[in-house]
């Protein structure tokens, strides 16, 4: 049979769905990159037709596939997203895009799709893991089902250390199978400057307020409530105080109910889900507060670092891994006092916290930039494929010579590039 060679290798990364969240704008950008400035040819494949990013990802020039799932659809206890005829669709997609990683990304779309790829032979199948999901102790049939899987996935990524060793044990797979690979941000574009008060009039805000930024999906375990709480004690010591909420989810109506009744509705200001949180929305904030019980990486905060914005940040495990009080105010998870303490202190001395400012800055420059990470991401992936080697067999998307079905089949590592390599 004839042996196909392809210059470049074709990547394709697996969500669930396009909504405007972190683990969907992390793939998009990560694709962005690697097909700009690597080389490679990245495919992205949502379960869920439609969402606010599809359109960006079109726009981006990246080949783009839905499996027309209705949007919200959540199967991942029931194994909805394991449907038969879906797994069957992926794996002929895998063949006739002639794909050599698979990168699945959030357990809904990481089931169907690492099942899809051994049926297609795909070479290498790697999933990720974008944070640490306690409920999966307690669904048996889904931590069993990812326990079989990650045991036959080629690698696991982290974004973590943090996260990289509670899926290890979580999944009861070797450490060493699970490699961690921070979140990268544009650094050039997050970075200082003046603020836009055509923006902050958008949101009703005043050049005279002072903005308290929170960026989050609006559920229980990001504790945006802590925030809203806090908002009666910050007001006696700034009464233009306003706490700006970028973002949405299932808990917004439960915050909502709970503004109105603490009488804060002019304090408080919904924006809503926003297909982008650019650097300007972050500079028409005056502080960046992150509360979540629990992160994976949490792009957010690093934006915020970069924008040149004083972070106040709830040290859950993984921000105690990536901050310390050198570059932000840290406070124990769920502590208001000392959440009212530090948003106290910036008010007061603010000009004081410069050094600390431009320390948060440096640090985001030097480990999470988007070079950084896309230098990464090239090693890891050259390495996988330098470790299957030139003779893997692997039936390529059918051909048609002659009226005769051939397979294009192996491929060598070494007829592949990344970037100027």
Not at 123 to 128: E, F, N, Q, R, T
Not at 328 to 342: C, E, P, Q, T, W
Not at 345 to 362: C, E, Y
Request: charged share 20%.
């Amino acid at each position: 049979m004839k042996r196909r060679k392809t210059e470049i290798p074709t990547i394709c990364y697996v969500l669930p769905d396009l909504k405007a969240a972190g683990t969907q704008w992390f793939v998009i950008r990560l694709a962005t990159l690697l097909k700009a400035t690597a080389g490679a040819r990245p495919i992205i494949v949502s379960l869920a037709r439609g969402g606010a990013l599809e359109e960006v990802v079109r726009k981006q020039g990246i080949r783009y596939y839905h499996l027309g799932a209705a949007k919200g659809a959540n199967g991942i206890r029931t194994l909805g997203w394991a449907r038969p005829s879906w797994i069957a669709r992926l794996s002929n997609l895998y063949r006739s895009e002639q794909v050599h990683i698979v990168h699945t990304n959030l357990l809904p779309a990481s089931i169907p799709g690492r099942i899809a790829a051994w049926i297609a032979r795909v070479p290498i199948v790697v999933d990720a893991m974008h944070n640490v999901y306690p409920w999966k102790d307690r669904d048996a049939v889904a931590l069993y089902i990812d326990r079989l899987l990650a045991s036959r996935t080629t690698r696991l990524v982290a974004c973590s250390d943090t996260v990289r060793i509670a899926s290890a044990r979580q999944l009861r797979v070797p450490l060493e199978q699970v490699i961690t690979i921070y979140h990268g941000i544009d650094t050039e574009t997050y970075c200082p400057g003046s603020a836009n008060w055509r923006l902050r009039a958008q949101f009703g805000l005043s050049s005279n307020h002072f903005v308290l930024g929170c960026v989050a999906r609006l559920k229980p375990a990001k504790r945006v409530r802590d925030l809203i709480e806090v908002m009666p004690r910050i007001l006696t010591i700034q009464p233009k105080a306003k706490a700006l909420i970028i973002g949405d989810g299932d808990g917004r109506p439960e915050l909502e109910l709970l503004v109105r009744n603490m009488g804060l509705g002019r304090a408080v200001v919904f924006a809503g889900e926003q297909q982008s949180v650019s650097a300007d929305l972050y500079r028409i904030m005056d502080v960046f507060v992150q509360l979540a019980e629990r992160e994976g990486f949490g792009l957010a905060w690093a934006e915020a670092a970069a924008t040149g914005i004083p972070v106040i940040a709830a040290a859950n495990p993984t921000l105690l891994e990536l901050l310390d009080t050198q570059r932000a105010m840290l406070m124990d998870v769920g502590d208001k006092s000392r959440l009212i303490a530090h948003i106290s202190t910036i008010l007061k001395h603010r000009q004081n916290l410069r050094s600390m400012i431009q320390r948060g800055r440096n640090s985001v420059v030097n480990q999470f930039s988007y070079a950084r990470m896309l230098v990464t991401y090239e090693r890891f992936y050259r390495d996988l494929l330098s470790e299957v080697g030139p003779d893997t067999s692997y039936p390529h998307a059918e051909s048609k010579n002659g009226g005769v079905t051939e397979f294009a089949v192996g491929f060598d590592c070494r007829g592949y590039r990344f970037g100027d390599e």
